[in-house]
């Protein structure tokens, strides 16, 4: 019953991170608070799941339908990259239950905070994998020049106010049209090369900052855990005379 209970949890916040993805705007505060909320809720619940399902064809099954529940927002879109990027996250997440596993098998007595620190960042990174992919995807070239161009602003801004003090903002206005106009004068091949290089850069550049993502899920799953021990939801048990294992 437990068991069952937290396969569909874990379902629903696959839901709905999958839902914050396909709805996610980078303009948008709401979006991207509702985007933040649904990765933090996710990771939180796959922690207890990789601790807690002993079963590897359980454990692959909830990881398969965590995987069904991220696309199915994107069901009337689907493409190669969607289903691609969707297996990536199923093998990662399958992956990172497995690497719990054995480190709790390595493990004589139960260190929660130091077995699920591994853990989140591999399931992190397959989310922040699919994230991406899914949202690079969506961009057509004018939108990466576009942002490129914002991005560069103020640094253009300050070169020519040093250099150049008398350029008029017309002129300036004028150079980018004309270097965004350049730009989208490459051959294709090209552009989806730098489509491609800007989804890498996004990649890594969230990764970085994603410690302190890391950070509050370690915080809240540890709170949780503590309260799941009290309640004696879960419980530690000694499989040896001098080893622990985590369990309903």
Do not use: H
């Not at 099954?61 to 691609?84: N, Q, R």
């Not at 719990?100 to 139960?110: D, P």
């Not at 048990?237 to 001098?242: A, G, M």
């Amino acid at each position: 019953m437990k068991l069952t209970g937290l396969s569909v949890v874990a379902t629903a916040a696959a839901l709905f991170f999958g839902y914050a993805v396909f709805i996610f705007s980078p303009l948008n505060f709401k979006s991207l608070a509702l985007l933040i909320a649904g990765v933090i809720l996710f990771l939180i619940i796959f922690i207890f799941q990789a601790l807690l399902i002993r079963n590897l064809y359980v454990q692959a099954g909830v990881c398969f339908l965590e995987m069904i529940a991220i696309i199915t927002p994107f069901y009337k879109s689907l493409s190669l990259l969607t289903i691609s990027a969707a297996a990536a996250v199923f093998f990662m997440l399958f992956t990172a239950g497995l690497n719990a596993r054995r480190r709790e098998k390595n493990t004589l007595k139960i260190d929660f905070p130091l077995m699920s620190k591994p853990t989140v960042s591999q399931a992190a990174t397959a989310l922040i994998l699919f994230g991406v992919a899914i949202y690079a995807a969506s961009l057509s070239f004018q939108d990466v020049v576009n942002f490129v161009i914002k991005s560069g602003e103020p640094i253009l801004q300050n070169f020519t106010t040093q250099f150049m003090p008398i350029v008029p903002k017309a002129t300036f206005a004028q150079a980018q049209n004309l270097i965004s106009s350049k730009l989208m004068e490459l051959p294709e091949n090209i552009k989806k090369y730098i489509i491609l290089g800007f989804g890498v850069t996004a990649f890594f550049t969230i990764k970085s900052l994603f410690f302190i993502i890391n950070w509050l899920v370690a915080i809240f799953s540890s709170f949780i855990y503590k309260i799941l021990l009290a309640t004696k939801f879960i419980k530690v048990v000694p499989e040896e005379t001098t080893k622990e294992t985590i369990s309903f």
